[in-house]
Every structure is written in C-alpha cells, then in structure tokens.
C-alpha cells in the first residue's frame, strides 16, 4: 500500500512539472522578441539595445524621492558620459552633473538616475524650470522636460 502511494505522488510531481515547463516554454515563445534573443550573439548586448533605441533620441524624466528630486533617462551611449542639468527658464542651472550610463536588464540604451538634491515634491510651484542630459558620444541633447523647481526664501535677508 505505501508503494502504491509513493507511486501515485510521484507521478502527480512529475505531471506538474512537465506542466509548468510547458507554460513556461508557451510563454517565451509567446513574449515579443523571444526568438531574436535565441540568435544574439554572446557579448552583443550594447549593440542590440542601441538598435532598439535608434529611431528614439535620449529622454529624461524626473520623479521625488525621499523628499529630492531624481533625474532619471534612457537611450543613452551604454558605458558612455552624460551630462544631466536641471536649469530654471531664467537660465539658472540649479543641478548639473556628468555621469555613467549604465546597463539596465529591462531598457533599452544605458540608462541613468541620479539623486539632484534638489528639493521636492513643491507643491503648488508650477513647472518653472527644466530637466535635460546631454550624450556625449551622440552629442545629442534630450527633450528638456518640465519640472518644477522649489524656490525656498529666506526671511532674515
């Protein structure tokens, strides 16, 4: 009686494991893209994500975070230097920095973020000033992209 058990409970181990490796193998074959990666050769990475980007130019976008404002962008030169400033519309640069554009296991092109130290979010300021990165190796500009710069007076002067 226990073999018979031990028996049936492992032929229902090796049914579901059949099962998930064929929805697994339905679902790489399903994801767009997925039978290009197979033929990729080793190494070629940089190449292919700069593909990807090729008919996009750089971007940036801002978010806040732990009360700071963070630039981050994509489709930039991998491995490549990029200068992100963050500029008021009077011309005031507020930010400016040169960094690294790194790999990113899900994006296309390098990517970067970095911590402005800046405040934010401003509430209630409007859009008063503008993100931007430059690529280096393309000498290409991003789009500017609008963002609001907190403004802080001080009452003593």
Request: aromatic share 10%; charged share 15%; hydrophobic share 40%.
């Amino acid at each position: 009686m226990d073999i018979l058990a031990h028996s049936n409970l492992r032929r229902s181990q090796m049914l579901t494991a059949a099962m998930v490796t064929a929805m697994a193998a339905a679902l790489c074959l399903a994801a767009p893209g997925a039978t290009s990666a197979h033929v990729t050769p080793k190494g070629s990475r940089a190449a292919v994500s700069q593909v990807n980007c090729a008919p996009t130019p750089p971007w940036v976008s801002t978010y806040t975070f732990d009360n700071r404002l963070k630039v981050e962008g994509g489709c930039f030169t991998e491995n490549g230097r990029v200068y992100v400033t963050v500029k008021h519309n009077n011309g005031t640069v507020y930010f400016k920095r040169w960094v690294t554009a790194r790999d990113h296991p899900f994006l296309a092109g390098g990517w970067i973020n970095v911590d402005t130290l800046l405040r934010g979010p401003c509430t209630g300021t409007p859009k008063n000033g503008y993100a931007q990165a430059y690529d280096s190796v393309t000498e290409k500009w991003s789009p500017k992209y609008p963002v609001p710069i907190c403004i802080l007076f001080d009452d003593n002067d």
